[in-house]
C-alpha cells in the first residue's frame, strides 16, 4: 500500500461515504448499496479499490461477507483531511500562488 493508492482509494465521493458507514459498523455489500442506492457490482468495485489500499477488511459470516474499516484511526484521518479541506477553502493560498508548491 502507498499514499498515492490511498488517495486515489479517496477520490471518490462514494468510497468516502462508504468509509463513514464502515465507521459505524461493519455491512455487507448488498447493505452498502441499498444504503448508498447505488448498484451491487459499482459498490464492488469501490471496496476492492478500498480494499487494495488497505483501508477495509472483510470477514465471512456464513454466505455473507462483512466489510469494516482496518484500522480505528480511519475516522480521524478522515475528518483531518475534511478540516484541511474547509481550510483551506477559507483562504486558498496554494490556489493563488502555484509557484510556491
Known amino acids: 500500500m502507498s499514499l ?3 488517495g486515489q482509494a479517496l477520490s471518490h465521493p ?3 461515504r462508504i468509509l463513514a458507514i464502515l ?3 461493519e455491512h ?9 442506492g447505488l ?3 459499482v459498490v464492488s468495485r469501490h471496496l476492492s479499490l478500498l480494499a487494495d489500499a488497505g483501508l477495509i477488511t ?6 455473507r461477507l462483512l466489510w469494516r474499516l482496518s484500522h ?10 475534511a478540516h484541511l479541506c474547509c ?4 483562504d486558498d493560498l496554494v490556489e493563488g500562488y502555484p509557484q510556491r508548491i
Not at 455487507?28 to 448508498?36: D, F, M, N, T, V
Not at 472483510?58 to 454466505?63: M, Y
Open 39 to 41: 448498484d451491487p457490482s
Open 4 to 6: 498515492v493508492t490511498v
Open 58 to 63: 472483510s470477514r465471512r459470516d456464513g454466505p
Open 28 to 36: 455487507c455489500g448488498c447493505e452498502l448499496a441499498e444504503i448508498l
Open 23 to 25: 465507521a459505524q459498523e
Open 14 to 16: 462514494a468510497r468516502v
Open 72 to 81: 480505528p484511526q480511519i475516522p480521524l484521518i478522515l475528518s483531518c483531511l
Open 87 to 90: 481550510e483551506r477553502r477559507k
